[in-house]
């Protein structure tokens, strides 16, 4: 079997070794491909058209493979996140306790829809589907720190701290 | 690793909590460390150095009862203190040896009387993070037994004889599966835990996987040894990274104390654990999908057969399991498949743990024998619905689940009971809701979940689960007619009957089970457009927000 040569790093960005970091240890073997894209995401935020790329080129995957499995998952998103994120669960018991309400006020108040990001990129609004802390109905992550019982009051002041910085 | 060594790892982890005059253990599980428990637990560390009494502060996994939290107990007095901050830890360092504090008592012995602690019982027990401990309380044990003592044959029996049935869902007996996995040809072949928990409200795996890693791996494990496998993987949520970096440190763990690796105990048996991460997709939580997941590709589902029992993974033998299942295999082993078998009901053994949320007093985790009747769960365990508020139904099984009404409380809880109401035991989720819940929006919340979720792979669940959310959406905001209600149920039996995977196969359960049971709040909406829980915008009907979605 030809050797083919793995493409060369897209640019100086150290975080590009981290990427391909994972990839070696997973030996650049196809099945790799949703662990690379996860560290990408880690990494930059989001997917892009050049790592998405750079991933397939690397795991010898097609790359409307790659795009494939990029579009598939929620979790990866290709647009780059806001500066905080606010994500708002909408699992059962937190639909139960009112996450819908507290979705549409968050929405009212930043003048964007879920999963979009204020136009001064400050503020993005995402919506979890359950991340597990159902106890403490309802949920919210303000920068992936948990927040449990989330009221109203304490969103939209959260949300004003963020807008302020 | 012998079994010599593992004895004196526990004893000498007995001999060194001994020195200590008292331990507090500290909930960290997310529910009470999104209540300040690491600012506590600091706190207790702090005033425990300078108190007088020797204390060992302990950080573990969940205890239960959440909607106390955060959560500390007492050793060897076992006080549970409840809604405690890190301004009681001084009062608590005092109280030792003496009364106990009095604002943090916990009256919750009804909420425990009735458990029984299977799967859960090192959760508030173990630092999960610490081999020891686990080992401290019989971890390991089975496996190094099984591995000198028993024949691959002797396992899967042994777990036949338990009558173990699969806990994601499905309920298939486990026994039966790993005997086929051990029958089918060739030397290569996987097991797989599924830990891939995308029922919402649901959070009994992440619990376990958080709380007690370990006990998942030994389950495995021992999996490997009965269907003769020798790589493994676990599945789980990109969004639960706790349980992500805890079960990293665990098999770290266990390759160090020679527990995974090669030549396991001195035997010839090999075994090593990879994890794999999901990336929010509830599909992947079947089985096929799964597997397409495990390989990087999208997770969409194959018909069966083949199932994966003979061609899984990259076309080998795969044994899959839910984190629960691998998670009851180490007791039965160390306990045998007598004693497991004399608990729960006729038909369906053991325990299960639930997760009790929603208009409930007492949410959190519980651990029930099979065949305990929902009122008790509900009205004993879980301490009834708060705020003078009247229970109308209980959601279980997620998305594939169904609405139970207030006339079925006293039915046992178990696979086939739950079947006949309409609803499935599901992974776990246990739902309460009361007079505030609209149950048309409730069944247009499930199917918009699974409408998002279809993967698309086959028609009747990508278009049938849009028009029936199409549908319920009409109803809900009040331009419902009856010819919509007739065809949402057709739509019903077709998307049930037609679909491929047990994703769209269960879908209409939502929608089925309220209709059945609360036909008449349809009724009302489509009829009198009224919404008798004040959910539903009716005023909608007018405006032009209309959610016509196309497939």
């Not at chain 1, 806001?82 to 549409?104: E, P, Q, R, S, W």
């Not at chain 2, 028009?467 to 010819?483: E, N, V």
Request: proline letters at 5%; charged letters at 20%; aromatic letters at 6%.
């Amino acid at each position: 079997m030809p050797v083919i040569a793995p493409p060369p790093l897209p640019s100086d960005d150290k975080r590009w070794k981290i990427v391909n970091g994972t990839m070696r240890k997973n030996g650049f073997a196809r099945h790799a491909l949703i662990e690379a894209l996860h560290t990408v995401q880690s990494s930059f935020g989001y997917l892009d058209d050049d790592s998405i790329r750079f991933v397939a080129l690397s795991l010898h995957v097609p790359l409307s493979q790659a795009y494939g499995v990029a579009t598939f998952y929620h979790y990866f998103t290709l647009k780059p996140p806001g500066k905080h994120t606010l994500t708002v669960c909408a699992g059962t018991a937190c639909y139960i306790k009112g996450a819908d309400k507290l979705i549409a006020a968050a929405e009212k108040r930043l003048c964007i829809k879920q999963g979009q990001t204020t136009p001064d990129g400050q503020v993005s609004l995402m919506v979890a589907r359950c991340v597990g802390a159902c106890s403490r109905a309802p949920v919210a992550l303000c920068d992936g720190e948990v927040a449990g019982e989330f009221t109203e009051k304490q969103m939209l002041e959260q949300l004003e701290r963020w807008k302020a910085e | 690793m012998t079994i010599e060594e593992l004895e004196q790892i526990a004893k000498n982890v007995k001999q060194e909590n001994e020195k200590y005059d008292y331990e507090i253990n500290v909930c960290m599980d997310l529910a009470c460390a999104s209540q300040g428990a690491d600012k506590l637990k600091d706190a207790l560390v702090k005033a425990a150095e300078t108190g007088a009494r020797k204390v060992l502060v302990r950080r573990t996994g969940c205890m239960g009862p959440c909607s106390h939290g955060p959560l500390v107990r007492v050793d060897p007095e076992d006080r549970l203190y409840r809604r405690v901050n890190a301004s009681h830890a001084e009062a608590i360092l005092k109280s030792l040896g003496s009364a106990p504090v009095p604002e943090l008592q916990s009256n919750l012995h009804e909420h425990f009387d009735k458990q029984v602690r299977v799967v859960l019982e090192n959760a508030g027990y173990i630092d999960p993070e610490k081999i020891d401990d686990y080992i401290a309380r019989d971890g390991y044990k089975a496996l190094l037994t099984v591995l000198t003592e028993m024949t691959p044959n002797g396992v899967v029996h042994r777990i036949t004889e338990s009558g173990l049935r699969g806990r994601g869902g499905g309920g298939y007996p486990t026994g039966l599966k790993w005997g086929t996995v051990a029958k089918a040809a060739g030397n290569l072949k996987y097991v797989v835990c599924n830990g891939d928990e995308g029922d919402p409200g649901a959070f009994m795996d992440r619990s376990v996987m958080e709380g007690d890693p370990h006990r998942v791996i030994e389950g495995m494990a021992i999996a490997a040894y009965a269907v003769g496998a020798s790589k493994g993987f676990i599945y789980v949520r990109a969004e639960y990274p706790v349980a992500v970096s805890r079960l990293t440190t665990a098999l770290r763990e266990a390759r160090r104390h020679g527990l995974l690796g090669n030549n396991i105990c001195n035997t010839p048996f090999n075994f090593d654990v990879e994890i794999r991460l999901g990336a929010g997709a509830f599909v992947c939580g079947e089985e096929t999908a799964l597997i397409a997941s495990i390989e990087g590709r999208r997770g969409t589902p194959k018909p069966r057969p083949p199932y994966p029992a003979s061609s899984g993974l990259w076309g080998k033998p795969t044994l899959i399991n839910n984190v629960e299942t691998y998670a009851n295999i180490a007791p039965i082993v160390r306990n045998g498949g007598k004693w497991f078998f004399n608990m729960g009901s006729e038909r369906s053994k053991g325990t299960k743990v639930f997760a009790l949320t929603g208009k409930i007093a007492n949410t959190g985790l519980v651990e029930v024998p099979m065949g305990i009747k929902l009122r008790e769960i509900i009205e004993e365990i879980g301490g009834g619905v708060p705020d003078g508020h009247t229970f109308k139904a209980v959601q279980t099984g997620g998305p594939s689940g169904g609405c139970i009404p207030a006339d079925m409380l006293d039915v046992g809880v178990s696979y086939d009971a739950l079947l006949k109401m309409g609803s499935i035991m599901g992974s776990g989720g246990m739902i309460v809701m009361d007079d505030t819940s609209c149950m048309v929006n409730v069944a247009r919340f499930f199917i918009e979940f699974c409408m998002t979720e279809s993967c698309g792979k086959c028609i009747p669940c990508r278009a049938g689960t849009a028009q029936m959310f199409t549908l319920l959406s009409r109803i809900c905001d009040g331009t419902g007619t009856m010819d919509d209600l007739a065809l949402l149920e057709d739509l019903c039996s077709t998307v049930k009957e037609a679909s491929l995977c047990g994703l769209g196969q269960t879908a209409p359960n939502p929608v089925l089970s309220t209709l059945k049971y609360f036909r008449n709040e349809y009724i009302e909406h489509i009829v009198n457009k009224r919404c008798r829980a004040g959910v539903c915008n009716m005023q909608a009907a007018e405006s032009d927000i209309q959610s016509e979605v196309v497939a």
